[in-house]
Every structure is written in C-alpha cells, then in structure tokens.
C-alpha cells in the first residue's frame, strides 16, 4: 500500500506564493508516477501537475503553466509543488496522487490518493 499526506496549504493574497508537498510512504516503485489535482466546490478535479518519479518528464495545466512548478526529491520521497502569483481562481482542495504505469492526466488513472489541503487565494 502507498499513504500520500499533503501539507503546505493556507490563505494567501492573490499574487502570493505557497509550497505544497506530498509525502509518500509504503511501497515505491520505479514505474511509480505521482501528479497534482484540485477540486473547486461545485466543480470536477482537474489535473494540475504532474512529473514522473524515477524519469525526467513534468506536465501542466494551461491554466498554471509559467506560474505553478512541480518538483521531487526521491530521497525523501516527496512531491513539491511550487505555486506562485496566485490568482482567486486558484483556490481549491488540492489532492496529491500516485499511480504506477505510464504518464497521466486523467484522474481516474490514479489509484492512490492524499486527503487534500486547502489553498485560499484572497483578491
């Protein structure tokens, strides 16, 4: 089994930054694969981020692209996702998750999935 916890989430000004990590346990694979959702109220979740765990390839949202920067230390076995000039818009429960295979933006790709945290971007 894999456990993901995010952290990092808050309330923030619009034009702010903030650093979001996921921290995975348990079982980690070379094929192990790891992106970024988040999840307006009322809205679907949408794919944000995501970069291949042991491979060199990184995806974004048009939404975030040259704003938002998805980063890894496999060291530790964390995600980071590094959020700055932060739009109203941006405000959602962000979802940490992780899949074993090829690359993905499709949320139901993912089989392993963090508890959310909260970012609030203020005008």
């Known amino acids: 089994q894999v456990q993901l916890v995010e952290s990092g989430g808050g309330l923030v000004q619009a034009g702010g930054s903030l650093r979001l990590s996921c921290a995975a346990s348990?079982?980690?694979?070379?094929?192990?694969?790891m992106g970024w959702f988040r999840q307006a109220p009322g809205k679907d979740r949408d794919f944000v981020a995501g970069i291949s765990w042991n491979a060199y390839r990184a995806y974004y949202a048009n939404s975030v692209k040259g704003r938002f920067t998805i980063s890894r230390d496999n060291a530790k076995n964390t995600v980071y996702l590094q959020m700055n000039i932060l739009k109203p818009d941006d405000t959602a429960v962000y979802y940490c998750?992780?899949?074993?295979?090829?690359?993905?933006?499709?949320?139901?790709?993912?089989?392993?999935w963090g508890q959310g945290t909260q970012v609030t971007v203020s005008s």
């Open positions: 348990g079982r980690t694979f070379s094929s192990f694969f």
């Open positions: 998750a992780a899949k074993e295979g090829t690359d993905s933006r499709r949320s139901w790709d993912y089989n392993y």
